[in-house]
């Protein structure tokens, strides 16, 4: 594991969204002290193994173990590195951290094509449960083309969509668009809290017959009956209609009746849309225009997804305040998508983004800058959405090969990162040398000296003069006798480190 190395911070002091250059499997690492279980959507679009990428990905393809299992399992399939193995044996490991970062009632989704989908779709089942799939969703990219398609044109690519606990989901909805909005053009006296309404029919064609729905609505002594049944239910029906929700209306002597949609309930909250498993609308020559527009080249990135679409997916799976995280990012699309909606609804969603490659300080970067700031031209120019980011690389290991803490990276980044993996936010100055924070009434001690053993000892617990109900204290070595421990509710963790050179 890595430590992550702060280089610079745009628009401000300090930031909680992050761009980090590195191998995403040593990011993702770095990342599991602070945000374990607390993502709540991860979206990536990750090489689509065309056969013609030129792999630069830490896969481990070579290691013993790998080769031994492709040429036992496998067979001579196995010795060709170059597609599928070699695809799965990257992707593999960063799921698994994924899935830990991804919070409880969090999602993900991967964009893919056909060359990995099958094989993609059945390592989420087995690293997610086949019962945590949402769905796989058909996106549309492009509306022509195909002159050079020997056989069919392929129009579509995937996105698989998988929950960490598919029942801690709660209703997937979008916000209502404009082709939906324009329907909602009629008024009442409702207006002010319930907002505009369109007219729904009430009756129903649906095969499913149940007697319970056939039923009469009285209007001007008259009984009004449905062809088939009713959506509703009786007391439903004639609660709405004194609630003067109904339509009635007469032509050529049969009656239909309508109920007023509000596009807001009752509680003041804005009606919102279904989501579709086919998107459509949003093409992928829109992503190079946005590339072109922002960065003065489109040819500055090959195929970047169009922010729309991340945009779409987000607003189904996320509210004002999620985390969102892209350990692929390629051009930075992700954190631009992010930074529109906050503009529009006046969130405050997070993003963290890895990009391994060069570019993720020329292209990536520098995208979520002029984001930011605002970009184009004349009719093209697009004002800044506002934001900050802070920009990361990669630094030293915290532990070495022999998983004992690597003391040269200094005791600041030691400090922290032990107060992180308790989940604190932070190590913390105080009156005490070793002292990293409290949460939940227990105190969070680290005694450590780079130079020599620490002993949690009488000696040390009387120059505590914080009061605790709990405390955890790291050292070297504990003396203190288990019982005495356990009556003054002391939790002990050893320090991961060789202290038979002192």
Not at 169 to 174: D, P, Q, T, V, Y
Not at 386 to 395: E, I
Request: aromatic share 12%; with cysteine; hydrophobic share 35%.
């Amino acid at each position: 594991m890595r430590c992550l190395d702060r280089r610079s911070t745009y628009n401000a002091e300090e930031s909680e969204n992050r761009i980090i250059h590195g191998d995403n499997l040593e990011a993702l690492k770095a990342l599991l002290p602070e945000y374990e279980g607390r993502v709540q959507c991860i979206y990536i679009d990750p090489p689509y193994n065309t056969g013609n990428e030129s792999w630069v990905y830490n896969d481990n393809v070579k290691d013993p173990r790998i080769v031994r299992w492709l040429g036992e399992v496998v067979g001579k399939e196995g010795e060709d590195f170059c597609r599928h193995d070699k695809w799965l044996c990257m992707m593999y490991p960063r799921l698994q951290l994924l899935k830990r970062l991804l919070a409880s009632d969090g999602v993900i989704l991967i964009s893919i094509d056909e060359n990995e989908h099958r094989y993609l779709e059945m390592v989420l089942e087995e690293l997610f449960g086949a019962g945590n799939k949402i769905e796989t969703f058909v996106w549309k990219k492009s509306y022509g083309g195909g002159a050079k398609s020997k056989h069919i044109v392929n129009v579509h690519e995937y996105i698989l969509c998988f929950a960490k606990n598919k029942q801690s989901i709660g209703l997937l909805e979008l916000p209502p668009n404009e082709k939906l909005l324009k329907y909602y053009k009629f008024k009442d006296d409702k207006f002010a809290y319930r907002g505009p309404y369109r007219l729904q029919p009430l009756a129903t064609n649906s095969m499913d017959m149940r007697p319970n729905l056939r039923y009469p609505i009285t209007h001007n002594g008259e009984e009004v009956w449905p062809e088939k049944q009713w959506q509703w239910s009786r007391d439903r029906a004639i609660a709405a209609q004194e609630n003067d929700e109904l339509v009635f209306k007469e032509k050529q002597g049969i009656w239909t009746v309508s109920y007023k949609q509000y596009l807001k309930t009752i509680d003041g909250k804005e009606r919102k849309a279904k989501a579709y498993s086919i998107i459509e609308d949003i093409y992928t020559q829109q992503g190079t225009n946005e590339i072109k527009v922002i960065l003065g080249d489109g040819k500055a990135f090959s195929f970047p997804k169009p922010s729309r679409l991340v945009e779409y997916l987000l607003n189904l799976v996320t509210d004002k305040n999620s985390i969102i995280l892209d350990s692929f990012a390629g051009s930075g699309t992700t954190a631009h998508a992010v930074l529109n909606l906050n503009k529009k609804d006046g969130g405050n969603r997070k993003f963290i983004l890895i990009e391994m490659m060069d570019y993720a300080e020329t292209i990536t970067a520098e995208r979520v800058r002029r984001v930011i700031d605002g970009y184009g031209e004349d009719t093209k120019a697009v004002p800044g959405t506002g934001g900050d980011f802070s920009y990361y690389t990669l630094g030293e290991r915290i532990f070495d090969h022999e998983d004992n803490l690597n003391e040269s990276i200094g005791i600041a980044k030691i400090r922290d990162y032990v107060a992180r993996t308790e989940q604190l936010p932070g190590a913390e100055q105080g009156e005490h040398p070793a002292w990293l924070g409290e949460k939940d009434r227990m105190g969070y001690y680290f005694h450590y000296q780079p130079d020599q053993a620490t002993f949690l000892n009488m000696d040390f617990l009387a120059t505590l003069t914080r009061k605790n109900e709990a405390y955890l204290i790291y050292a070297d070595v504990c003396l203190l006798d288990s019982d005495f421990m356990h009556r003054h509710c002391i939790r002990f963790k050893k320090i991961p480190r060789d202290i038979s050179r002192f």
